[in-house]
């Protein structure tokens, strides 16, 4: 036992840093989308930190960073209890310590939720240092790094094989020296999810803190609650949509269960995209543009896709050139990212950490060349 130890409150820490978007209370912290982070340097032989947890159906996972390196991933429980981040540490040396959120925030659960009350510790706060960069990513599964962890055979949907830590949005924003944030929901889209359901949509929560969530519990959060933009802005947005979108064409009709109405993106007789929905997923595509200009004011904005296929490319392509010329706005570009292949792929189908490694590498080189 070591007597040392004391508690802190969180909101009573001067030098704490948070990732991610948050409504500003601390009283507790909570994390709602992944890679959000607490972020310490602590100089101590000891820390704990307490967490309170809560689910219906998907649990939490987190993953402790050390001096830029993982070295813990674990389940987290429902209830509220002490977690040990390191013990037996030299006392002297100074640890950064980033204990991060692994699995996306969870629109099929409403009681699902992270929160961290305080820390315990028998060393003291340092400052922790801002990085030069800030980068936002905007996404689907791909971004919200399901499959990115776990054997290929894999194919149960549960909140395990989803990694905040062995994605590229953490490999880009590591090898770039950035801050990151990341908003991202699987199966979702720029105008129709996977199954045809309009409302998930990404573009449709962007302004709020965490909007896609739903339930009591996550509306006292404060969820949906407006985004303050200016309280964090980017020096680059990195979109990866569409994926889903094209997914539509080939999956049955989904009905609104409350207004009974039909969707479905269609296919023509031979195969190819049927012309008035590709309009409509280009029109959504332009507006969703409009809206990241206008929250992010100086931001290079890059539609990054191709880890899944590429056949929605040309209205991709389409999308952001009309906005170009209805803008003016020349610092928005498409970048296509390496396919996923059989030596890449990781579970559920999805691109592992090879494929994620190789899309940071083709991305990072990009955004050395924008933001230099």
Not at 255 to 272: C, F, H, W
Not at 316 to 340: E, F, H, M, W
């Amino acid at each position: 036992m070591n007597n040392k130890l004391q508690v802190y409150a969180l909101a009573d820490l001067e030098h704490v840093k948070v990732h991610g978007r948050t409504t500003g209370n601390l009283s507790p912290l909570t994390l709602f989308w992944t890679g959000s982070a607490v972020e310490l340097n602590v100089q101590g032989t000891e820390l704990w930190v307490e967490v309170e947890v809560n689910y219906e159906i998907y649990e939490p996972w987190i993953s402790i960073v050390m001096n830029g390196v993982p070295v813990s991933r674990q389940m987290v429980t429902a209830g509220r209890y002490w977690v040990p981040v390191f013990r037996g540490m030299n006392a002297d040396r100074v640890k950064n310590v980033r204990i991060v959120t692994e699995v996306q925030a969870m629109n099929g659960d409403p009681g699902c939720s992270l929160q961290f009350h305080a820390v315990r510790t028998d060393g003291t706060f340092q400052p922790v240092k801002d990085k030069p960069y800030r980068i936002e990513f905007i996404g689907d599964s791909i971004t919200s790094g399901e499959g990115a962890i776990g054997a290929k055979g894999e194919e149960d949907w549960i909140p395990m094989w989803f990694s905040a830590i062995h994605n590229y949005t953490a490999m880009t924003a590591a090898a770039m020296n950035a801050e990151y944030r990341v908003i991202s929901q699987s199966g979702w889209g720029v105008l129709t999810s996977w199954d045809n359901n309009p409302h998930a949509n990404i573009p449709a929560y962007y302004e709020q803190v965490c909007g896609l969530l739903t339930g009591e519990r996550n509306e006292a959060l404060g969820a949906g609650a407006p985004y303050d933009f200016e309280s964090w802005q980017p020096d680059a947005v990195v979109v990866n949509l569409g994926t889903n979108d094209g997914g539509a064409f080939y999956s049955p009709e989904w009905t609104d269960p409350a207004s009974g109405k039909i969707y479905k993106q269609r296919l023509n007789e031979d195969g190819t995209y049927h012309t008035e929905d590709l309009e409509a997923f280009e029109e959504a595509s332009c507006q969703f543009l409009i809206t990241l200009r206008k929250n992010n004011n100086h931001a290079h904005i890059i539609w990054v896709y191709g880890m899944l296929g590429i056949p929605m490319m040309p209205a991709i392509y389409r999308a952001v050139d009309a906005y170009v010329k209805l803008t003016g706005d020349r610092k928005v570009s498409v970048l296509q990212l390496p396919n996923t292949t059989a030596e890449t792929v990781g579970s559920r189908s999805h691109p592992g950490v090879l494929a994620h490694e190789q899309a940071a590498e083709a991305l990072t080189g990009y955004l050395k060349e924008l933001l230099a």
